[in-house]
């Protein structure tokens, strides 16, 4: 049976499956206390599964604000290729912010899962967490 999972708008209003997350920081702030300061430790666990090295390019699809994006940038260095794609404008605008601030290069990109403005082979790695529950089902 699909599943669907619904988060809670700004005034308590349910959205619908597949809609969109507008408000960046009580994301931030929803996901802080779901991995309960283990966050860190998964992002690790996530580019260590990924057997990410200098050099190579890596995709985070649904980065969100960017947390698990400038982890994968940090593990292929200044000679490799991270970028982050969110269909919210306000995810991707909060995650430019956040890079800015880490001095840490990503290319990120506004754009829908289903339409990801890059080439088929383009990524040595391409990851997604905290995401799947947002495509509406086909």
Same mark, same amino acid.
């Given at each position: ?28 702030? @929803?996901?802080?206390? +779901?991995?309960?300061?283990? !966050? =860190? ?6 580019? $260590? &599964? ?17 947390? @698990?994006?400038?982890? +994968?940038?940090?593990?292929? !260095? =200044? ?6 794609? $969110? &269909? ?35 990524? $040595? &790695? ?13």
């Amino acid at each position: 049976m699909p599943h669907s999972h619904h988060h809670p708008a700004p005034g308590g209003a349910a959205q619908e499956p597949g809609a969109l997350i507008h408000w960046p920081h009580r994301c931030d702030l @929803l996901v802080t206390v +779901l991995f309960a300061g283990r !966050g =860190p430790r998964v992002r690790t666990t996530i580019a $260590d &599964a990924l057997g990410l090295v200098p050099g190579q390019q890596v995709l985070d699809v649904g980065c969100g604000t960017q947390t @698990l994006a400038v982890a +994968l940038a940090k593990r292929v !260095g =200044p000679s490799g290729w991270a970028a982050g794609v $969110d &269909a919210s404008p306000e995810m991707i605008a909060a995650a430019k912010v956040k890079a800015v601030r880490a001095k840490i290069d990503v290319h990120f990109e506004v754009a829908a899962a289903q339409q990801l403005p890059f080439a088929d082979t383009m990524f $040595d &790695a391409v990851t997604t967490s905290l995401t799947i529950h947002h495509v509406p089902e086909c």
